[in-house]
T-cell receptor, first 116, second 110 residues
Framework: GAGVSQSPSNKVTEKGKDVELRCDPI?????LYWYRQRLGQGLEFLIY????????KSGLPSDRFSAERTGESVSTLTIQRTQQEDSAVYLC??????????????FGPGTRLLVL | QKEVEQDPGPLSVPEGAIVSLNCTYS??????FMWYRQYSRKGPELLMY????GNKEDGRFTAQVDKSSKYISLFIRDSQPSDSATYLC??????????FGTGTSLTVIP
């Protein structure tokens, strides 16, 4: 069965350029999360979508970061004017319902972003 | 102070050993405690979840939570080379966010 997929798997960009990362959640999953995983650090919550409700953007580190999701389908995370400190693995996860530890989050393989 | 502290290791053990992985946390509002396993170049996968204090066992894995000490542990019995991975603890309260540790890298040597 199809799991969470992310594209691209790797992205190298120059400082100052914009990048767009894509996440395809598992079909039927209403909740979707974006995380950032920097080298040697834990997963850092970025944003959460639940169905058609307003997203929880409380984890976005700056206004250069934004994300969209249409309904319960694909989500895109956009980073504008990338900086070297944006280099990280960006992970997407989806779950059937609202976030709860017993509601398993299924993670994608991540997009490895390197900003030169 | 970080919300969650976890020793990054690396930890290297012989096959068959008992492995102990630990995290400490600072937020007394955390109620849910999870352990994830992450293989190289893969996303994390949920291993175990525990609510409040106590122990939970699943096969070779035991999760332990001590809320009074703000300390959680994952024990792996009879460790196997296939257990070699990074183990992340995570916890949450009543909100949408999950707080993750940095992960401990484990290698089980055949």
């Amino acid at each position: 069965g199809a799991g969470v997929s992310q594209s691209p798997s790797n992205k190298v960009t120059e400082k100052g350029k914009d990048v767009e990362l894509r996440c395809d959640p598992i079909s039927g999953h209403t909740a979707l999360y974006w995380y950032r995983q920097r080298l040697g650090q834990g997963l850092e919550f970025l944003i959460y979508f639940q169905g058609n409700s307003a997203p929880d953007k409380s984890g976005l580190p700056s206004d250069r970061f934004s994300a969209e999701r249409t309904g319960e389908s694909v989500s895109t995370l956009t980073i504008q004017r990338t900086q070297q400190e944006d280099s990280a693995v960006y992970l997407c996860a989806s779950s059937v319902r609202r976030p709860a530890p017993q509601e398993t989050q299924y993670f994608g393989p991540g997009t490895r972003l390197l900003v030169l | 102070q970080k919300e969650v502290e976890q020793d990054p290791g690396p930890l290297s053990v012989p096959e068959g050993a008992i492995v102990s992985l630990n995290c400490t946390y600072s937020n007394s509002a955390f109620q849910y405690f999870m352990w994830y396993r992450q293989y190289s170049r893969k996303g994390p996968e949920l291993l175990m979840y525990t609510y409040s204090s106590g122990n939970k066992e699943d096969g070779r894995f035991t999760a332990q939570v001590d809320k009074s000490s703000k300390y959680i542990s994952l024990f792996i019995r009879d460790s196997q080379p296939s257990d070699s991975a990074t183990y992340l603890c995570a916890m949450s309260g009543t909100g949408n966010q999950f707080y993750f540790g940095t992960g401990t890298s484990l290698t089980v040597i055949p």
